[in-house]
């Protein structure tokens, strides 16, 4: 039976580390701050906003929130993020996707200073990412990351299947455990014998958007499972891209939907704010 990877616990750790840190920077007169840019009334996005403001202002960062208004026009978004650019208090930027049709998401991600770009989407930071350099990596992969760290699973070494590759989710979690010494392999939909593949990861990351596709004979025995997926199944009732119940029966470790990588998602999110602000610090 599986050990579950607690993500709400995970995340409660990680926001008392980031406290102390907060209150450190705060010594040298340094808050970290972080502006997040809303378009439109995506109900999503406005649950997905007010999550992360809670957690930001819980631990001392300076939020700010733009909502703009559903019709507005590229110029005056690529405005507003020139002047965030300019703000000296303020270490990350982040537009929450999806953004209306008028406004193109890549020149909107491209205009952001790339050591602002929080969530890491730009073309520069997607270069370092894969060139291997420092840079800002996004959210997702990132908090996935931390919550393997925190339950001691390696990685080095490691046959990693990535399942799912996304921009935001998919190629940059496939990038992470890259750089941590991973063996990756990234699988899609065109993937043939898709069980064949992932039977072979010690880890695997799964981020399809297809609820509870990942069965008991997709798993190695003993591997850990990293469910992003969230998704609504027939009966309404909020689910992941792997079957827990059944994997649960075969997998060293798992995380469950909701309460997995959800909240590590907002922790990746925030860790990369303090570690911008910290950058600051040593200017
Ligand atoms: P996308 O729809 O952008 O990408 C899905 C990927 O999965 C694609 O690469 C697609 O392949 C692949 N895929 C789809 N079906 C299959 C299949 N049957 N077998 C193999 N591969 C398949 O999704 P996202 O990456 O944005 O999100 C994935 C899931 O993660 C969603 O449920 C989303 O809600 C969730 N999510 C959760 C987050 C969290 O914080 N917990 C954060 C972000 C996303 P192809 O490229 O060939 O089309």
């Given at each position: 039976m599986a050990v579950i990877m607690d993500g709400k616990v995970a995340a409660q750790q990680a926001d008392q580390e980031f406290a102390m840190r907060i209150q450190k920077l705060k010594q040298q007169n340094i808050i970290p701050g972080l502006a997040v840019i809303l378009i439109g009334d995506d109900a999503a996005s406005q649950v997905y906003v007010r999550n992360k403001a809670r957690r930001a202002r819980k631990i001392g960062i300076n939020y700010q929130l733009h909502r703009l208004d559903r019709g507005i026009t590229q110029e005056a978004v690529l405005q507003l993020i020139t002047q965030l650019n300019q703000d000296?208090?303020?270490?990350g930027i982040m537009v929450q996707m999806?953004?209306?049709?008028?406004?193109d998401a890549n020149a909107v991600m491209n205009a952001i200073l790339p050591q602002k770009d929080?969530?890491?989407?730009?073309f520069a930071n997607i270069g370092r990412l894969w060139g291997n350099a420092a840079g800002n990596f996004p959210a997702t992969p990132r908090g996935v990351l931390r919550l393997l760290r925190d339950y001691h699973i390696?990685?080095?070494?490691q046959q990693a299947v990535v399942v799912g590759r996304s921009d935001i989710v998919g190629k940059p979690m496939a990038g992470l455990l890259l750089k941590n010494n991973s063996t990756v392999t990234i699988a899609h939909s065109?993937?043939?014998?898709l069980a064949q593949v992932t039977q072979q990861a010690d880890l695997l990351i799964v981020a399809i958007g297809?609820?509870?596709?990942?069965?008991?004979?997709f798993v190695k025995p003993g591997a850990a499972v990293v469910d992003v997926g969230m998704n609504h199944n027939a009966a309404g009732k909020l689910v992941g891209d792997v079957d827990f119940k059944s994997v649960k029966q075969i997998a060293g470790y798992l995380t469950p939907?909701?309460?997995?990588?959800g909240p590590m998602t907002i922790t990746g999110l925030l860790e990369q704010v303090i570690v911008l602000a910290e950058q600051r610090a040593t200017l």
């Open positions: 000296t208090q303020v270490d999806p953004v209306p049709k008028q406004i929080v969530d890491g989407f730009s390696t990685i080095e070494g065109k993937t043939q014998n297809q609820a509870e596709f990942i069965t008991a004979d939907v909701p309460g997995g990588v």
